[in-house]
């Protein structure tokens, strides 16, 4: 053998050696080494978001101790805090021979004081998203879901002293409290189990669920199973399906479900504050894919009162925009003021009238698009049935597209909208009122019985602000267009009106056919008055003028025959109606020389809206002249 091939041979026989020797220097000099540096640019470059981390060691051995203390992530340019994320301190047990591999396989992980903060600034970007959630069209979602095939084995995770706040749109901070989370698997071909104990909005919660295992959760190829079951006093919110991509809550699919005996609970964890106590439920299929949260074909309960949501969607929106809510839902009975009126003072006493409030913001967030409709509906005074709605929220108001339904006999269409004003909200609304009865709407508003009767239609405009409805309501400004074109009225009315000289002698039996009645009336603050004030009738025409006051219900009516239209017996002199709707006082009376001149010159209805005085001009009782 040759010199330089005995060289050969011992440098090949020395290989393992400086091999064995290296080996031993790095387990021996590796834990020496400060990480922290080199890890931290590492993750900066790769989120795009400055990272810190105060101390990061390596004890190489079968089983790789990594200890991290201080990890830290930037915010957004423009959040509420300089850090979105914080860990304190934890320590990870990997299997050595694995890495060889190239595969992580987490033996053990403790994690301890973590603080993550989820928010969006002012152009809506979402902090949560890493390389540029910048303003503009969001990016398209991928068919495709992401690779997992890089996670590392999960066996045993355990987290202690967690608190995630989510910050909405409005600034209200949602906080979840996680006193300790464990995540464990006997093998990696073992199912997951999950545990999480903590509290949100100060409400002790709990979470728990089987899910699949640790193979699974690298395997991106099939749904991962994902059944989760969140427990809060008198409150379960379960979800029974898969995630394709598990470790971003995404791509769900299954059925979710609540149920809770009491919507105030709701209410304060969704950060709403205290609401009624009354039991709630609901599900139905549940799908979330990238922005869109969707559930369909559900069904559930409000106060034991069934109702049916085909659709309840929410779209993120992208930055800079608000989200989008779309519902559709279908009650069965709908009472607001059981659910939102005032609690009873004493323990048999009904509920006060529920009053909803008229202040939103500006630029709400998310917008609505809603849909829905009631068999029975119950608001304040009103009761009604056969209800549908359609409303939209976006910048600066509120507007119920439709909204119909039937009430005091009648059929009701509106139209409206809500807008911001000084004194809270300012509403508009058109009003139209089909298919009525006059008798129906007396009965309705306790008034006594009229001497008349038919079908009757009306057209009415709103104009109100306030606070709240009922505040509103209370000094609304309502423009009214009541017409009737058949039906009768009592005989003796027309001689009452006109002062027949056979009424001194006998009675009037019976009704005569009524051709018209025309009322305008004009309402500001619950006063009002009507003018004028007409019916044409086989036996002559009466007119009128009427003060009245909503809120005492008095009225002040004075009311006689036009001589043109009465017959040879009649002295056409005036009556008067006057005190409480339901028991009023009848008298003779003078027209005064206003008066006079109002019933003789043409009907003032210049100050109507242009549709209502469309539709008064269309009566045959209109008089034109002076006023058109």
């Not at 959040?79 to 860990?87: I, T």
């Not at 609505?368 to 009103?382: G, H, K, M, V």
């Not at 006999?409 to 000084?422: C, I, K, V, Y």
């Not at 009023?584 to 242009?610: F, M, Q, T, V, Y």
């Amino acid at each position: 053998m040759t010199r330089r091939s005995k060289r050969i041979l011992g440098a090949v026989l020395a290989l393992p050696l400086i091999a064995v020797l290296a080996v031993a220097a790095l387990f021996v000099a590796l834990p020496r080494l400060e990480l922290a540096p080199y890890a931290a640019a590492r993750l900066t470059a790769q989120l795009g978001r400055a990272v810190t981390i105060e101390g990061l060691t390596i004890s190489p051995g079968l089983a790789t101790t990594v200890t991290l203390r201080g990890l830290a992530v930037a915010n957004i340019e423009g959040g509420s805090a300089p850090q979105m994320a914080r860990l304190d301190s934890a320590t990870a047990v990997l299997d050595l021979l694995p890495l060889l591999r190239r595969q992580v396989v987490l033996r053990q992980v403790r994690a301890e004081g973590f603080d993550l903060l989820l928010e969006r600034d002012a152009r809506k970007r979402r902090n949560w998203r890493f390389h540029g959630d910048a303003a503009g069209p969001s990016t398209p979602f991928s068919p495709e879901p992401p690779d997992r095939s890089g996670l590392p084995v999960i066996l045993d995770v355990g987290l202690s002293r967690a608190n995630i706040v989510f910050r909405t749109s409005s600034g209200t901070p949602l906080r979840t409290e996680l006193t300790a989370v464990t995540l464990v698997a006997p093998a990696r071909d073992q199912p997951l189990t999950l545990r999480a104990q903590g509290a949100y909005q100060s409400i002790p919660v709990s979470i728990a669920g089987t899910l699949g295992t640790p193979d699974q959760l690298r395997d991106g190829t099939a749904p991962f199973p994902y059944p989760l079951r969140a427990t809060a006093p008198e409150t379960v919110l379960a979800f029974d399906g898969t995630s394709r991509d598990p470790l971003n809550f995404d791509r769900l699919e299954g059925r979710l479900s609540l149920q809770a005996g009491s919507l105030g609970a709701i209410l304060t964890m969704a950060g709403a504050g205290p609401g009624p106590a009354f039991l709630v439920g609901l599900a139905g299929a549940f799908r979330r894919e990238g922005d869109r949260w969707r559930l369909t074909a559900a069904r559930g309960e409000i106060d034991n009162d069934a109702f049916t949501a085909p659709r309840l969607e929410l779209v993120e929106g992208p930055a800079g925009e608000p989200d989008a809510v779309a519902a559709e839902i279908d009650f069965t009975r709908l009472d607001l003021n059981a659910l939102f009126g005032a609690p009873p003072a004493q323990p048999g006493d009904g509920r006060g009238q529920a009053d909803i409030p008229l202040t939103f913001a500006a630029a709400p967030d998310p917008r609505l698009n809603i849909r829905a409709t009631a068999r029975e509906f119950a608001y304040a005074d009103l009761a009604a049935t056969e209800v549908r709605l359609v409303a939209t929220a976006a910048p600066g108001r509120i507007a119920a597209e439709t909204l119909t339904m039937r009430a005091y006999g009648a059929r009701l269409e509106a139209t409206g909208a809500l807008e911001p004003s000084p004194r809270g909200g300012k509403v508009t609304a058109n009003v139209a009122l089909r298919e009525g009865n006059l008798d129906t709407l007396r009965q309705a508003f306790g008034i006594r019985s009229l001497p008349a009767q038919g079908p009757m239609e009306a057209r009415v405009a709103v104009a109100a602000e306030g606070a709240t409805m009922n505040a509103a309501t209370r000094q609304a400004h309502i423009s009214a267009v009541v017409s009737m074109r058949s039906g009768s009225i009592a005989r003796e009315v027309i001689e009452m009106a006109s002062t027949d000289l056979r009424a001194l002698f006998r009675t009037a039996r019976g009704q005569t056919p009524l051709t018209c009645l025309l009322a305008v009336v004009d309402i500001r603050d619950g006063r009002g008055e009507a003018a004028p004030l007409r019916i044409r009738a086989g036996t002559g025409t009466i007119s009128g003028l009427a003060t009245f006051d909503l809120n005492r219900r008095v009225l002040d009516l004075v009311i006689g025959s036009q001589s043109e239209t009465t017959d040879f017996f009649a002295l056409d002199i005036p009556v008067r109606v006057s005190g409480s709707f339901a028991d009023p006082n009848i008298a003779p009376a003078s027209w005064s020389g206003e008066g006079r001149a109002r019933l003789a010159a043409g009907d003032r209805i210049a100050p109507l809206p242009p549709a209502l005085r469309d539709f008064a001009r269309q009566n045959p009782c209109f008089r034109a002249g002076a006023g058109r």
